[in-house]
């Protein structure tokens, strides 16, 4: 993929701002300590099968480290969202061929799942990985400018008749290690089983109950 110079995105909000459905369950420091985490985790992954450019993309320095320690690029924004983060970040890296962009928080992620992303982008130039809520996982776009991101409520749909409206060839995939990110505890003990080693030790630190595997 290194000759289709593509770059890979990964916001992170403000874990005390942005996990605030997980407050009934952590408190601020333990969020924070989670989306450390997830973040280490996902860079793993990604490290795994990409070796070009990464950007995190956050209004925090609490990532700068996790960042760093897998090569990855700092770019601070101003936290005012999800969706203002990947536009800074796509902006950035509007003159590079592709960029897949990423939340933070999936820690489940495979690296055989995002390289066939990666591959992906080689054939069409929207690429999605819609999430099991309606949401959107994994968005590639080649170049970085080619269609306006919709992150949100029903995003996937949105990229969906944005691709179709502006013409453009979309290739979907649905994929388990990239079909949830965590917002809420149920989507923790969901995806509890299939996260990396630093979400599963923070989890084990934080006494989260590991659900039981089916029959």
Same mark, same amino acid.
């Given at each position: 993929m290194d000759a289709l110079n593509v770059v890979v995105i990964v916001? @992170?909000?403000d874990a005390s701002r942005a996990k605030s459905r997980l407050a009934a369950h952590l408190d601020p420091g333990q969020r924070h300590s989670l989306v450390q985490a997830m973040l280490d985790d996902l860079l793993t992954a990604v490290r795994e099968v990409h070796a070009g450019l990464v950007f995190v993309v956050s209004p925090v320095t609490g990532y700068d480290a @996790?960042? /760093?320690? /897998?090569?990855?690029?700092v770019l601070r924004d101003p936290g005012s969202g999800y969706l203002p983060a990947v536009m800074l970040g796509l902006a950035h890296v509007a003159n590079?061929?592709?960029a897949l962009?990423?939340?933070g928080d999936l820690p489940q992620a495979r690296g055989e799942d995002l390289a066939a992303l990666l591959e992906a982008l080689r054939h069409a130039p929207v690429v999605l990985a819609p999430s099991v809520d309606g949401g959107t996982c994994a968005l590639?776009?080649?170049p970085p400018g080619v269609l306006t991101p919709a992150f949100g409520l029903d995003s996937a749909n949105r990229h969906r008749e944005a691709a179709r409206a502006a013409g453009l060839q979309m290739r979907e995939f649905h994929l388990p290690s990239l079909s949830r990110d965590v917002?809420?505890?149920e989507?923790?003990?969901a995806v509890w089983p299939h996260v990396g080693g630093a979400t599963a030790a923070i989890l084990d630190q934080l006494q989260i109950v590991r659900p039981r595997p089916n029959p």
């Open positions: 916001a @992170v909000q @996790v960042a /760093h320690k /897998h090569q990855a690029e590079n061929g592709a962009v990423l939340p590639g776009l080649r917002d809420t505890i989507d923790l003990k």
